[in-house]
């Protein structure tokens, strides 16, 4: 199913084709440059410079979605148009701090809202998730300078093919929850073989992208602990803070940003 569903999005990559100059300029950079060049203020991580130039040299870059891509908690926004946001949001509080299990924290949070699929689209249609700052422009860079961009996600596909839509990600490179519904649209569920309906998740996810891509520098972006649990297989977790920061996940951070200027200035210095 998570096959047929990705389609082409998990065909084969080839190789990547260089040229020698981007080589050559690619062999010149150090972690300890890239770091003198951004500047060390404010720079917090277990591995800073090693994280900026895994970004530096990635040939994917992944993204959580909610309170990363967008600036706030897409099933929290759900919950709260449903009558049901305070329940719900303790219940995210605990899959992202990771005292819950991730699975059993999204069952609960289905069973409670039971959203059908029209109150989903009229959420979208009345209240259009509200990307993060700064987070366009870093797609835009990451695009220039020919670096796949994922979109793995907790969240629902259904919320996030729009944003994706917005940022011009390819729909095909959403790893995301796939809620059921039936033939009236009311919910059913949701698709449990999904990678990112579980605990452990995302480095499932991650792997299933990099083995069908051949990529070999993968970097997670996120802000909670299920992002931090997809290194490895990414070469770095770059934490992120700008929206909620959370202890926990700063702690497991190769790097730890609060805005994504650093992170687009590194991408532009790419060849």
């Not at 959420?123 to 961009?149: H, R, Y």
């Not at 011009?168 to 059921?180: D, V």
């Not at 929206?243 to 210095?269: G, H, L, Q």
């Amino acid at each position: 199913m998570f096959a047929a569903r990705i389609g082409q999005g998990l065909s084969k990559k080839p190789g990547l084709l260089v040229g020698r100059q981007s080589l050559c300029l690619l062999s010149t950079v150090s972690p300890e440059s890239l770091f003198k060049s951004v500047g060390s203020g404010g720079n917090v991580g277990n591995d800073v410079s090693e994280a900026m130039f895994s970004l530096y040299k990635a040939d994917a870059v992944c993204f959580d979605v909610d309170s990363t891509v967008i600036a706030e908690e897409g099933i929290d926004t759900l919950a709260g148009y449903l009558g049901k946001g305070d329940a719900v949001a303790e219940l995210t509080k605990q899959a992202m701090e990771g005292d819950t299990k991730f699975q059993d924290a999204l069952q609960m949070r289905l069973d409670l809202m039971q959203p059908s699929k029209s109150q989903i689209e009229n959420l979208l249609k009345e209240q259009p998730l509200a990307l993060t700052s700064g987070i366009a422009e870093l797609m835009q860079s990451l695009q220039t300078k020919n670096v796949d961009v994922w979109l793995v996600s907790g969240g629902f596909r259904i919320m996030i093919e729009p944003v994706a839509r917005t940022l011009k990600i390819p729909i095909t490179n959403i790893m995301a929850n796939h809620i059921l519904f039936d033939d009236k649209g009311e919910y059913e569920g949701f698709d449990k073989n999904e990678p990112t309906s579980r605990d452990m998740g995302k480095p499932k996810a991650l792997e299933q992208i990099k083995a069908a891509k051949n990529y070999e520098t993968m970097v997670m972006v996120g802000d909670g602990a299920t992002d931090a649990q997809a290194k490895p297989p990414a070469k770095a977790f770059i934490g992120f803070g700008g929206v909620i920061e959370r202890e926990a996940v700063k702690a497991k951070a190769d790097w730890f940003v609060s805005s994504f200027d650093d992170m687009i200035k590194i991408v532009n210095m790419r060849p």
